[in-house]
């Protein structure tokens, strides 16, 4: 749950200046967004490490449906550069928005690793906006 309308938290996934202001999840320093927002657009997410290194996200946007439902592939170094599949789903409830994640088709050793990477990539999402997640 996200004290924050469900329409800018949708535009903040879309956004690339949005992007790379809260997806820095763990101790990602740095973070260069690139999007597309429409069906069969691409996005690409380069996350700057503290140890130099660069990791890639790319992806096509599969789902758009403001603002509740967004559904893009996401194909990175940890999934071994296979699409995997993600939806975001924005349900406003009680003055605030809970926002339900899901990340399927992971190499089964990285959805733990995943699952904490998102979790503190919503946290900054909700900090960026000025809200309490």
Known sequence: RIAAPAQALFDAWLDPQGIAAWMRPF???????????????????????????????????????????????????????????VTVEFVVSAGATEVSLTHEQLPEYMAQAHAGGWTSALDKLAAHLGCAA
Do not use: K
């Not at 096509?60 to 893009?72: A, C, D, G, K």
């Open 27 to 85: 101790d990602t320093v740095r973070t260069e967004a690139q999007a597309d927002p429409v069906v069969g657009g691409s996005y690409r997410i380069d996350m700057h490490q503290p140890d130099g290194s660069v990791v890639e996200h790319v992806g096509r946007y599969v789902v758009i449906e403001p603002p509740h439902r967004l559904v893009f592939t996401w194909s990175s170094p940890a999934t071994q550069h296979r699409d995997s599949l």
